[in-house]
């Protein structure tokens, strides 16, 4: 069965540094997404992505955060300059569309830790 | 997006019914209702969604009230693997960028 894959599992950085959460959706899948989660928190969604542009994008989605499909199959989020409440798991997403019957596939998640 | 309402947690005994109840009182007529899971910090689940008839899958099935008001998730025969946080999820058919919210969810424990 397809699945997304999100690489690194775990990745630790020191505040200010910037990193690259990297995200692998289903092939045939048109429609993408970032959710993050601190922990004990719920799940929040941070950005979506259609046809290499943001469709839309949350509050938290500030200027240090970024998106790109790089190359039609790796999607990526970038923090420019972390910061210590940048710290969660970060989910990305795929689905074929955004109507109803279109469920979004969540891969397993990347711990990111802010020192 | 109509808010939905879910109790924080919920036992159940394995190989019993889970009875998983959601409030969305507030829902119009072009919001469908959806269920994903979360189990232990992994990525959520889709389960199930409808919009007024009641719906089955191999998962779950979902029982929509007549005023679509509320609705429960039903879980026919809950496993250890079921444990989880189910989220209840209302969003409108169409015009949207595909976004879920989600809330604080109910876990749901289930017991041997």
């Known amino acids: 069965e397809p699945e997304v894959t999100q690489t690194p599992s775990h990745q630790v950085t020191q505040m200010g540094q910037e990193v690259i959460l990297r995200c692998v959706p289903i092939?045939?899948?048109?429609?993408f997404y970032w959710y993050r989660q601190i922990l004990g928190q719920k799940v929040e969604f941070l950005v979506s992505?259609?046809?290499?542009?943001?469709?839309?994008k949350s509050e938290i989605f500030d200027d240090q955060f970024s998106v790109e499909r790089p190359d039609g199959s790796n999607f990526t989020l970038k923090i420019r300059s972390t910061k210590l409440e940048d710290s969660a798991m970060y989910f990305c997403a795929s689905s074929v569309g955004r109507g109803p019957f279109n469920e979004q596939f969540f891969g397993p998640g990347t711990r990111l830790t802010v020192l | 997006d109509a808010k939905t309402t879910q109790p924080p947690s919920m036992d159940c005994a394995e190989g019993r019914a889970a009875n998983l109840p959601c409030n969305h009182s507030?829902?119009?007529?072009?919001?469908?209702v959806y269920w994903y899971r979360q189990i232990h910090s992994q990525g959520p689940q889709y389960i199930i969604h409808?919009?007024?008839n009641n719906e089955t899958n191999e998962m779950a099935s979902l029982i929509i009230t007549e005023d679509r008001k509320s609705s429960t998730l039903i879980l026919p025969h809950a496993t250890l693997r079921d444990t989880a946080v189910y989220y209840c999820i209302v969003r409108v058919a169409s015009g949207n960028t595909g976004k879920l919210i989600f809330g604080q969810g109910t876990t749901l424990q289930v017991k041997p």
């Open positions: 992505f259609y046809n290499n542009e943001i469709s839309e």
């Open positions: 507030t829902i119009s007529g072009n919001e469908y």
């Open positions: 409808g919009l007024k």
């Open positions: 092939s045939n899948h048109l429609y």
